[in-house]
């Protein structure tokens, strides 16, 4: 089985941690201001991971510049349409 190592398939914790890789450094790469913004928070406010801070304050970024791929898991972020 590909992708498999003696020790089994990789679990949810570590695809977690490769997904939050892969966006610090797509962020690092095409906005690094916004780490600069999370960096001068005051220290209760970074008590927060970066990616829920981004999610909270500029969840454009992650809904149309995201790449692709990353869209497609970040669509539950988007509002649900409203109803008349």
Same mark, same amino acid.
């Given at each position: 089985?590909?992708?498999?190592?003696?020790?089994?398939?990789?679990?949810?914790?570590?695809?977690?941690?490769?997904?939050?890789?892969?966006?610090?450094?797509?962020?690092?790469?095409?906005?690094? /201001?916004?780490?600069? /913004?999370?960096?001068?928070?005051?220290? %209760?406010?970074? %008590?927060?991971?970066?990616?829920?801070?981004?999610? /909270?304050?500029?969840?454009?970024?992650?809904?149309? *510049?995201?790449? %692709?791929?990353?869209?497609?898991?970040?669509?539950?972020?988007?509002? /649900?349409?409203?109803? *008349?």
């Amino acid at each position: 089985m590909a992708g498999c190592s003696v020790h089994g398939p990789p679990g949810l914790f570590q695809l977690k941690m490769v997904a939050m890789s892969a966006f610090d450094k797509w962020i690092q790469k095409y906005h690094p /201001e916004l780490l600069t /913004e999370f960096h001068k928070l005051p220290k %209760a406010r970074k %008590a927060q991971t970066f990616w829920d801070w981004v999610r /909270e304050n500029h969840l454009g970024i992650i809904l149309k *510049e995201w790449p %692709a791929a990353a869209k497609i898991r970040a669509r539950h972020l988007q509002p /649900e349409p409203e109803h *008349e």
